[in-house]
């Protein structure tokens, strides 16, 4: 149980470009869903949070308006890199918890950007 | 704010060696405690937990962990590791009460050598 994954595993696009990456929970609601950022050999950085039909917290120095999260439904979300830029190519990973009483993230498998 | 440290950025073991990777932590209030693993070009498994009760967690794989709380540490163990062990290891704490916000350290890499 408690699997998440994320579409695309990888992506390559231009420069100037949008990409939207998605994030789903396959076998449970998940109230809250975390984007985090991975640099080559580097931690992992959280980028923002987002809960089920509200607007995400972005941590402090991540662009919103760069990086839009959109949580629809319990099951789904997205984070679009609009007008990507060759220093956003990274690995990206969504977390997300199953709500009240749960101390533990599930992690999808993450989603490599690359930027021309 | 917590903060974590994970004192060894590269660790390099032989086979069917013991291994400690280390990780120290700071939080002004109770945490929850993570080890988790990850395999290039993959997202993070959890390896164990500390959330309450017995301060030793055991977790898949073989591997250990001991919550200290006067040393503020949570070190990671396993007797014998094998070449497959070969990966990224994140410690990571939440504190209780702030949502499941997860804040990493800054990973150790495991080599296991033949």
């Known amino acids: 149980g408690a699997v998440v994954s994320q579409h695309p595993s990888r992506v390559i696009c231009k420069s100037g470009t949008s990409v939207k990456i998605e994030c789903r929970s396959l076998d449970f609601q998940a109230t809250t869903m975390f984007w985090y950022r991975q640099f080559p050999k580097k931690s992992l950085m959280l980028m923002a949070t987002s809960n089920e039909g509200s607007k995400a917290t972005y941590e402090q120095g991540v662009e919103k308006d760069k990086f839009l999260i959109n949580h629809a439904s319990l099951t789904l979300s997205t984070l679009t890199v609009t007008s990507a830029h060759p220093e956003d190519s990274s690995f990206y990973i969504c977390?997300?918890?199953?709500?009240?009483?749960?101390?533990?993230?599930?992690f999808g498998p993450g989603t490599r950007l690359t930027v021309t | 704010a917590q903060s974590v440290t994970q004192l060894d950025s590269q660790v390099p073991v032989f086979e069917e060696a013991p291994v400690e990777l280390r990780c120290n932590y700071s939080s002004s209030v109770s945490v929850y405690l993570f080890w988790y693993v990850q395999y290039p070009n993959q997202g993070l498994q959890l390896l164990l937990k500390y959330l309450s009760g017995s301060t030793l967690v055991k977790g898949i794989n073989g591997f250990e962990a001991e919550f200290n709380k006067s040393q503020t540490s949570f070190h990671l163990r396993k007797p014998s590791v094998h070449i497959s062990d070969t990966a990224e290891y994140f410690c990571?704490?939440?504190?209780?009460?702030?949502?499941?916000?997860?804040?990493f350290g800054g990973g150790t890499r495991l080599m296991v050598k033949p």
């Open positions: 977390s997300a918890d199953t709500g009240a009483g749960s101390y533990e993230q599930y």
């Open positions: 990571a704490v939440s504190e209780m009460g702030a949502g499941n916000m997860l804040t």
